[in-house]
């Protein structure tokens, strides 16, 4: 299966092990709608690929078994709820260096995504600046 194959690339067992209880509960939609839960791990494995390849998030690919707007909208929930300062916290715990690194860029990346796409308190709307 592709999918498992790019999950053990971006998001190894070792990684999993140390961020799965760190990510918050999935929580329905407060419109309705939508789909019942899906995996955590598929869904992580989807927000490592966007924020360590830069792509768009309309460009993530089928592949993944993750929409887009999944994505991005777990991504978003999960950066408010402070995921990306604990996995920097994770990647301490790590004694694999090759790990650590990987680690350290997933955590550097979600706030540089985040902050990214959330406009800035100062933004004047006038100037644009």
Known sequence: MVVRAISQRLVPDDL??????DLPEFSKRTQGGGTSPLNQRLVLTAIVYVLTTGCPWKSLP??????ASTAHRRFT????????????DLAERCAD?????????IATAGPSRYNDH????TWDLSTGI
């Open 77 to 88: 929930a999960w950066s408010e709820a402070g995921l990306w300062e604990r996995v920097s």
């Open 16 to 21: 999993w092990e140390l961020i799965e209880t």
């Open 97 to 105: 260096p090759c790990l650590k690194s990987w680690i350290r860029d």
């Open 62 to 67: 089928n592949t993944f078994e993750v929409s």
């Open 118 to 121: 959330v406009m800035p308190a």
